[in-house]
T-cell receptor, first 112, second 117 residues
């Protein structure tokens, strides 16, 4: 059974700092890995999707990496801004199922 | 439309009452997924559909939960005889293609918050 763990559970940083969020998964037989952002009381916004054959994806100040063999992914946020404050969720899909398995998320607070 | 529309946004039910939630997937998306979010960040898969057919229902509590996706109607998730532990935000997502391979990104709705008193 796939299990996804995100560390840390919460992170508070000053504005402008670069930061890394971590995600690990137990079963390396995945199709892809997605990073989502969830704002309080809102739905999920997909940030980056990495296919199992890829090692990283970039969008603006965000960079996500994937190391399938070690079961790890990182989300790198450059020059953080207060607007980046949200909960970031990692989810993996695959292993013969269409469903995503989510981590519990990292709550990020960027202080002005 | 280009968004997954979920209604109602909030629903309050007394324990034992029925609750019904609706989801209109993005036009052209054949796959619909329901997820339950409890305790803030615990996302649990419930069920998925390929058009009107159940694709995967391994996450559905068998006794009180049911779901449908009928042609020309929003998909629905119904809970009979709600319990306190059913209080959660229920998210619907849709995708265009089967499987999670390729560039098949799930698009999520804003969720329906169910409160059981």
């Amino acid at each position: 059974k796939q299990e996804v763990t995100q560390i840390p559970a919460a992170l508070s940083v000053p504005e402008g700092e670069n930061l890394v969020l971590n995600c690990s998964f137990t079963d390396s037989a995945i199709y892809n890995l997605q990073w989502f952002r969830q704002d309080p009381g809102k739905g999920l916004t997909s940030l980056l999707l990495i296919q199992s054959s890829q090692r990283e994806q970039t969008s603006g100040r965000l960079n996500a990496s994937l190391d399938k063999s070690s079961g790890r992914s990182t989300l790198y946020i450059a020059a953080s801004q207060p607007g980046d404050s949200a909960t970031y969720l990692c989810a993996v899909g695959g292993g013969g199922s269409e469903k995503l398995v989510f981590g519990k998320g990292t709550k990020l607070t960027v202080n002005p | 439309g280009e968004e997954v529309a979920q209604t109602p946004k909030h629903l309050v039910r007394g324990e034992g009452q029925k609750a019904k939630l609706y989801c209109a997937p993005i036009k052209g998306h054949s796959y619909v997924f329901w997820y339950q979010q409890v305790l803030k960040n615990e996302f649990k898969f419930l069920i998925s559909f390929q058009n009107e057919n159940v694709f995967d229902e391994t996450g559905m509590p068998k006794e009180r939960f049911s779901a449908k996706c009928l042609p020309n109607s929003p998909c629905s998730l119904e809970i009979q005889a709600t319990k306190l532990e059913d209080s959660a935000v229920y998210f619907c997502a849709s995708s265009q293609f089967p499987g999670l391979a390729g560039a098949n990104v799930l698009t999520f709705g804003a969720g329906s918050r169910l409160t059981v008193l």
